[in-house]
RNA sequence: GUGGCCUUAGCUCAAUCGGCAGAGCAUCGGAUUGUGGCUCCGAAGGUUACGGGUUCAAGCCCCGUAGGCCACCCCA
């Protein structure tokens, strides 16, 4: 036998046995997509490596260790690799809009997709190199009403795919009038304590302050005493953010401040949010997050537009709903099409009516002897068996309960199996 | 990118001290002269992840590589 090729790390083949929830979780998107008037968009798999340099920020972790690049065909001017793999859709979508002229569209936009999303990383569970979100993005609101509905929008698609206690932990992280005090408030009081910061966080304490509050190695009493990034919030922030606090528990949506929560792409101001599992185990918890962009736009190169999005993990979220014993649900009945002789033309037909009228069918195009059609059948999970006799008379088998009909129509098939 | 554990048939796992690579499930066939599920019988399925080393002899010991998982890092 040949030497065989197994997938790239960090990428999956989904069999047939998992696509169920897969279908399961993609619809209930779709379905909320249409229920909150928005609209599909596509964009490229992959981007010029400085569009995500530019938009999610030098010394985000995406960019600084993470970028999937791609390589030009060998002699080509690209050959250096310009290009990396999308590793979240905003900064493409941003891109799109504005090399597009959408803002002359009747705003605010409302835009979704659905697809892969690529991040060097090192796998492991619930952590791939190839994963698929669901996106969401708002291009033209900068109320808080917008960012509520959003945060209510990720809610409830947890729980209409199955998942309960799913908990939205939300923070503002203030923009540029606010953000600069409060990072030389940062600074200056992580400068203080620098000798017990890690090694990641001292280099990151002057590029992005932030991001150190994200350390999980900062010790607890440093963490408790740091500036808090809504007491340094201006008032137009302040206002944003109460605003949003309040809007949400009108909603009844169930979240929670956290204010170590800063996200790891630059471009973010004000709020940003997550979804977790309340109290469920392992590390890779976070199944989605987004946030506020109100300078991405005018960074990349477009008049100043406020925009607000979030990704879903759907990687992340089918696991959830294994680990919570979700089941897919009985598919449509499917009639296996089988018979004694070698008619397969009577059989092939037969099918092609039945189908016409919308039912799932399963030709057996073999000569194995009838029992083993049968049984392939009700494996492949049949319910029912439509058997052609060698003097082409008609037996529909109900293949669960073992009785059977014969002498049957075409019709009265159609009837038995819509009844 | 760092550290640790792991890898035997499609799947789940055995294999004593280094001494003939096995079982269950699944697949295919037969018993059953054309009507499934139960039962019985049989077949097929392996370079023991890959590459080297030690040894009379390696699934087992040593080194390297790949992949998976776990903890970091970080996020989805």
Redesign the pocket.
């Given at each position: 036998?040949a030497k065989t090729i197994?997938a790239?790390?960090?990428t999956r083949d989904l069999l047939p046995e998992e696509t169920a929830a897969w279908s399961h979780v993609e619809a209930v998107a779709r379905d909320l997509s249409r229920r909150y008037a928005l609209e599909r968009i596509e964009i490229p798999l992959f981007e010029r490596v400085e569009l995500f340099a530019r938009g999610l920020g030098e010394s985000?972790?995406a960019v600084e260790?993470e970028m999937f690049r791609v390589a030009g065909a060998k002699g080509s001017e690209e050959e250096a690799a310009p290009w990396a793999l999308r590793p979240?859709p905003t900064a493409g979508i941003a891109r799109a809009f504005i090399e597009h002229g959408m803002h002359v569209r009747p705003g605010p936009l409302r835009l979704t997709m659905i697809g892969p999303m690529f991040?060097y990383?090192?796998?492991?569970?619930?952590?791939?190199?190839q994963?698929v979100?669901w996106d969401v993005e708002v291009i033209g609101d900068a109320g808080p009403a917008v960012d509520a509905e959003l945060i209510e929008l990720g809610h409830r698609f947890y729980a209409e795919a199955g998942l309960r206690d799913v908990v939205a932990r939300i923070n503002s992280i203030g923009d540029s009038t606010c953000r600069p005090a409060y990072r030389d408030a940062l600074i200056a009081y992580f400068s203080e304590h620098a000798g017990r910061l890690g090694p990641?966080s001292a280099r990151r304490l002057h590029v992005n302050p932030l991001?150190v509050l994200?350390?999980?190695?900062l010790p607890d009493d440093l963490a408790a005493g740091a500036p808090r990034g809504i007491d340094h919030l201006c008032d137009a922030c302040r206002e944003h953010f109460d605003g949003l606090r309040g809007l949400l528990d009108a909603l009844g949506v169930r979240y929670e401040v956290d204010h170590r929560l800063v996200?790891?792409?630059d471009y973010y101001t004000r709020t940003a949010f997550?979804y977790y599992v309340a109290g469920r185990e392992?590390?890779?918890?976070?199944?989605?997050?987004g946030g506020r962009y109100d300078g991405l736009i005018e960074l990349l190169g477009g008049r100043p537009t406020p925009g607000i999005g979030f990704?879903?993990?759907l990687?992340?979220t089918i696991l959830a709903l294994e680990e919570a014993g979700w089941t897919p649900p009985a598919g449509q009945a499917l009639v296996a099409v089988l018979g004694?002789?070698d008619d397969h033309g009577r059989r092939l037909a037969i099918a092609a009516e039945l189908r016409a009228t919308g039912i799932a069918v399963r030709p057996d195009g073999s000569?194995?002897?009838?029992?083993?059609q049968?049984?392939?059948a009700?494996?492949a999970g049949a319910a029912w068996a439509l058997?052609v006799?060698?003097d082409g008379a008609l037996?529909l088998?109900?293949?669960?309960?073992?009785e059977?009909r014969d002498s049957v129509t075409l019709g009265e098939v159609r009837a038995a199996i819509s009844g």
């Open positions: 036998m197994s790239p790390r960090g985000s972790d260790k979240e991040r990383d090192r796998p492991q569970a619930g952590r791939y190199r994963f979100q990641d991001r994200d350390d999980k190695t996200r790891g792409l997550e392992g590390q890779q918890q976070a199944l989605g997050g990704g879903l993990g990687d992340r004694a002789g000569t194995r002897k009838l029992g083993k049968i049984e392939s009700a494996k058997i006799g060698e037996a088998r109900d293949l669960e309960r073992g059977q």
